[in-house]
């Protein structure tokens, strides 16, 4: 019997050693994978912009942690830097290899969102403040606008006012946030003729919209958001969780006054993911 239980637990302790996770970075380091990194033209820089195929080159199944915080870097300085917000382990075959979405979000705000022909490497974690921030991201699923502005606004130091969107109390969670990492004060609600920050306003001086019109097979979680032409959100326009399964027609409209002239892209979301676009070109009236 002692004999049985030896060997039992030797089987066990195999089992928990050949399970365990490599950290991405060292799995990388040490040539247990190696991997190609894209921009997704299908997503937006906020949910999953960035493909990672990665390949084991060991003989055994293998499992890599690619952890909330860490970064990828653009090949191309013109594109976006990336911070991930979300977690992920894989675990790819023997000599196999496996292709997945990372959630993550930009850290160049004036750069451009990323595309299928920009490639990515690994860059360092990111620092305690913004670390931070992705945890929150991760654990309230704020994968949406008003967690990429907090981004921006610890990385690019942008106001803590751009913090804003239709869900107030994220809103106000990450205003918190930010500013205690930062030091600045938390900003007074909106004026009512705020437009940029305030979402419920509606007293559009030049009113600009459509519609995208689609069948829902099940409850969804549904965003209409606008985009500059480099791909980088201006505003989200309709955000309406769990829609009923059936046909609906979901109606957007912002103020044409308050943005430049000029070509824009109105992209509806769905679950998080892009499903149809739109192209709008504001012209002087």
């Keep these: 019997m002692k004999n049985i239980f030896i060997l039992a637990a030797i089987i066990l302790s195999y089992n928990i050693a050949a399970s365990q996770e490599e950290p991405f970075n060292k799995a990388v380091k040490e040539k247990i994978i190696s991997y190609v990194a894209n921009g997704n033209s299908k997503s937006t820089h906020f949910l999953k912009p960035l493909i990672l195929k990665l390949q084991n080159l060991l003989n ?5 942690k690619i952890e909330n915080g ?5 090949g191309d300085s013109a594109y976006q830097n990336l911070v991930v917000t979300k977690e992920m382990i894989v675990t790819i075959p023997a000599n196999s290899v496996k292709t997945v979405e990372l959630y993550a979000m930009c850290i160049e705000h004036h750069d451009s969102a990323p595309t299928d022909n920009v490639i990515y490497k ?3 974690m990111a ?3 913004l670390k931070g921030l992705t945890i929150i ?3 309230k699923r704020y994968f949406d606008q008003i967690a990429q502005e907090a981004v ?3 990385v690019n130091d942008n106001p803590i006012e751009d913090i804003a969107g239709f869900n107030n109390e994220e809103v106000l969670e990450l205003q918190k946030y930010v500013c205690s990492v930062t030091g600045k004060k938390i900003p007074p609600p909106p004026a009512p003729d705020d437009y940029l920050h305030n979402y419920n306003y509606t007293n559009f001086k030049r009113t600009i919209g459509g519609y995208f019109e689609f069948d829902f097979g099940k409850k969804s979680n549904v965003k209409v ?3 500059n032409n480099r791909g980088i959100i201006i505003r989200e326009l309709y955000n309406q969780t769990n829609i009923t399964p059936g046909f609906h027609k979901i109606k957007f409209e912002f103020d044409g006054s308050a943005f430049e002239y000029g070509n824009y892209i109105i992209k509806m979301i769905i679950d998080g993911n892009v499903y149809y676009e739109k192209d709008i070109e504001l012209k002087e009236p």
């Design 122 to 124: 690994e860059g360092k």
């Design 225 to 227: 958001a606008m985009f």
């Design 60 to 64: 055994t199944s293998k499992t890599v």
């Design 152 to 154: 921006w606004c610890i």
């Design 137 to 139: 991201i991760e654990k």
């Design 127 to 129: 620092g305690p403040s």
């Design 70 to 74: 860490q970064t990828f870097i653009a």
